[in-house]
């Protein structure tokens, strides 16, 4: 349909609507049914089958399978069923591990989906755009991502930017009018919005005509195939390793066989324990445990309010060293709240906190009315006006839908008893020129009960003092001189000092008949009424936030639009701003270039009064100075800083589609503190991993050298190659899950931002894993040694006795691993995840050596109890030497 030409009344009969009240409950579903999701088709998922059958592709897998397949035509059949159901309950644990990554990232997909404001049953109410149906009416404004596609039937200023569809990075204006025109391109439908393009100005009301697959943004969907899944660096490195770790072991499988035949052990036997080995010196669960461990960390995450949008971010946090933050709703409570109002030199004082609309107006020390005073009235009057903000109240708690500081102004005028509906009947709004960050104000052009026409401006006191001419001065106007201007700056100062943030009012009339018709027009020549003082108070856990950041290292930066001495007075608060901290403001980032800027930025804690372009210019200067950072923002303009920074942080109260889309983690509560969390959590993650790579591979050492020492000794093979594969499975592979779920260590924010370029052996971590690997070896050595010693006709009892010590030392070992100090170091109850899956371990192994169906299979008999006081005495011997030497060196 060509709803482009059609008039309103043809576009709302023909889709079956009412633009005043929306479409109801009931018309909803019905168009559901017809219409669907509004969301569009994803690429063909894998088939959980396929993805089941993935799970044996590796490599050593396909070689294990093979010697599997041999031992099988070699009659050793109990030998093939164990191998191949280990296998097989390995290849599950990958695929459940990757299912529930997918589920995790699927449900976090869900959770960032952008939002839109649809009129249902008379009501406005915000929902995702998933549920938007063909006849609902959208409303939108500067920031917003249209949800779907629609035909404008309300444009006040509207800008949309459509180059994800046309290519033209130009934002086009739109109309409400009916076009006719031949050979129409997507362009130049400018009464037409699209999903997935930008508001960048303005405002609007669209009524949905196409959803899902149907919009055009869907038909350029259609013809797209699926991206591929971008790997993190820490993955990369991993992957790295793994091809190092399969060199080795292809090279070890050839030399243990050929040691084992040159020393008359039969080939079959050798080939086996060389595969089993060859498994053994690969962590093949190493990629899915850091699936499944990034996965968890973006849960957790998401309990602490912040939504992680691309999986790299959560590395990158680890290594963050700066944040820069706003202010307004970051660091404070964005409630804010009327304090101070001031008038041709009058002052008057508002009681009252939060959006709650009590409150009382003084004068001094007297209690004033506002209706008495009439420049004061007048203020409050126009402020009202000039102002898109709703009052809500949920239960006992009252909220505001719309800008915090137009609430502001809203619920000081509802304390003098003004109301909107009252104004309404006495003054008729005829055009709107909405705020941008530009102009830094606003204006609307009204109309009274008297038919007199004029301007009502609200803004930024700087900009609206420099457009004046003339004040209202004790109830006159009178003409702006430079002394009455030297009056107002006082006035702003003073509040300013006073961490007040500070909104100047003032209006125009305008002669009968005089049309203007853009904002250069309207905003000059005008007579400033006075300045309204707002406080938004800072959140009172920031302040410790921002203490812990600078103990882990991380500098904090305030960077907000408001005036240099509120930033001051915020950031003294808070402890951001030191003594020996500079303070630039935007006039100062004008005059200074890239380069001067980087020689300053080290020592500067506040910018005030900055422009999203500022944002973009800081940020580059801190990452030239090698910085890694993090850079909060929730508008429009702040995407191209958010995205420029190593993790863009987005707003997701207050944040427009815009910056969410631009950035890396979406905090949920808009709150400093969770960006803290997220670091602290961003740094666990990564020290989990390297927990369980010290662990998976300290143990794949041991299993190696017992066996290449005994091959280099001419002893028996101290393990069967089933017990091998069994450790692998058992021992490794639940412990170092666990490990994944490990709480941080108390000093994991007392640390230096980690260096983005270390390596994952980096802090001594090799040297761990030999020294520890090479002590778990040498002690199963040693009670493989003593054992066969004591009866050589017995060597399934001696394998045995091996197979527990080094279960064990593995199992004590865990504990080891969960701090980079010594296992003494944390209480071994603080992951009881960890505790369960090494009770579980221990359990397994009994049962495989105390349950007879289970002994022929895994080569196992029953172990006297004498000898456990061996195995436990080596077993924790590697703990303990390495504790020791710990000590020792402390104590030097």
Known sequence: MKFHEMNKRDVEDHLKTNFQTGLSSQEVEKKRKKFGFNQLEEGKKQSAILLFFQQFKDFMVLVLLAATFISGLMGEYIDAIAIISIV????????????????????????????????????????????????????????????????????VNLEIEESALTGESVPVTKTDHP????????????NMAFMGTLVTRGNGVGVVTAIGMSTAMGQIADMLQNAETMMTPLQRRLEQLGKILIICALLLTVLVVAIGVMQGHDLYTMLLAGVSLAVAAIPEGLPAI????????????????????????????????????????????????????????DTWKVTGTGYNPNGQFYAGENVVHPSDEKSLYQLLTFGLLCNHAELKRKEDEFYINGDPTEGALLVSALKAGLTREGLRKQFTIEKEFPFDSTRKM???IVKDSHGKRFVITKGAPDVLTEKSTAILWQKRSEVFTSE????????????AANALRTIAVAFKPLSQGESLQDDLEIEKDLTLIGLQGMIDPPRPEVKTAVKECREAGIKTIMITGDHVI????????????????QVLDGKDLNQMSLEELEEVVENVSVFARVSPEHKLKIVKALQNKGHVVAMTGDGVNDAPAIKAADIGVAMGVTGTDVAKEASSLVLMDDNFATIKSAIKEGRNIYENIRKFIRYLLASNVGEILVMLFAMLLALPLPLAPIQILWVNLVTDGLPAMALGLDRPEENVMKRKPRNPKEGVFARGLAWKVISRGFLIGITTLIAFMITYKQNPDHLEYAQTVAFATLVLAQLIHVFDCRSEKSIFSRNPFGNMYLVWAVLSSF??????IYVPSLQPIFHTVYIEPRDWLLIFGL??????????????????
């Open 179 to 190: 076009i006719h025109v031949d050979h129409v391109s997507l362009g130049d439908l400018e």
């Open 566 to 581: 509120t930033a001051k007075a915020i950031a003294s608060t808070l402890g951001i701003l030191r003594k020996k901290d």
């Open 88 to 155: 097989v309950i390995n290849g599950c644990l990958g695929f459940f591990q990757e299912r529930k990554a997918e589920k995790s990232l699927q449900a976090l997909k869900e959770m960032s989906a952008p939002q839109v404001n649809v009129l249902r049953d008379g009501q406005w109410l915000k929902i995702p755009s998933k549920e938007v149906t063909v006849g609902d009416i959208l409303k939108f404004e500067s920031g917003d991502r249209i949800g779907a596609d629609v035909r404008i039937i309300e444009s």
């Open 484 to 495: 009455y201007k030297q009056e107002v700056q006082a006035a702003i100062e003073g509040m």
């Open 442 to 444: 606003m204006s609307i």
């Open 875 to 892: 077993s924790a011997l590697p703990t303990f030497l390495l504790a020791g030497s710990l000590f020792s060196r402390k104590t030097k």
């Open 290 to 345: 850091v699936t499944v461990a990034l996965s968890l960390g973006v849960q957790r995450m998401i309990r602490k309010r912040a939504i992680v949008r691309k999986l790299p971010a959560v590395e990158t946090l680890g290594c963050a060293s700066v944040i820069c933050s706003d202010k307004t709703g970051t660091m404070t409570q964005n409630k804010m709240t009327v304090t101070s109002l001031w008038s041709g030199g």
């Open 843 to 848: 359990i397994l192994m009994f049962v495989v």
